[in-house]
Nanobody
Framework: QVQLVESGGGSVQAGGSLRLSCAASGGGYSNYCMAWFRRVTGKERERVAAIDSDGATSYADSVKGRFTISQDNAKNTLDLQMNSLKPEDTAMYYC?????????????????WGQGTRVSVAS
């Protein structure tokens, strides 16, 4: 059973930076898509970034050029570096995993989830 635990959320002023981390355990990660989703209160979760086992990345248009997803396969960790944060980035951020490549963009396509970490960006 894959277990994901996020850390690194917090509060920051607009224009600031935060780095989220996700520690994975309980499975082999050589053939997984790892992703970060976020959920704004009252809205559905949206995928903001994903990386597959080949290192290919994809980003939501709203975060391109500001967020960077990376993974350390040796340590089984997934990071999300968030720069130039905006108030609209305020959300609960979740680490998620799915087997295979990162074709899926909907939450229902990811069977493994962390508990989430809160990011608040003040204007």
């Amino acid at each position: 059973q894959v277990q994901l635990v996020e850390s690194g959320g917090g509060s920051v002023q607009a224009g600031g930076s935060l780095r989220l981390s996700c520690a994975a355990s309980g499975g082999g990660y050589s053939n997984y898509c790892m992703a970060w989703f976020r959920r704004v209160t009252g809205k559905e979760r949206e995928r903001v970034a994903a990386i597959d086992s080949d290192g290919a990345t994809s980003y939501a248009d709203s975060v391109k050029g500001r967020f960077t997803i990376s993974q350390d396969n040796a340590k089984n960790t997934l990071d999300l570096q968030m720069n130039s944060l905006k108030p609209e980035d305020t959300a609960m951020y979740y680490c998620a995993a799915d087997v295979g490549l990162c074709y899926g963009t909907y939450p229902m396509e990811y069977p493994y989830w962390g508990q989430g970490t809160r990011v608040s960006v003040a204007s």
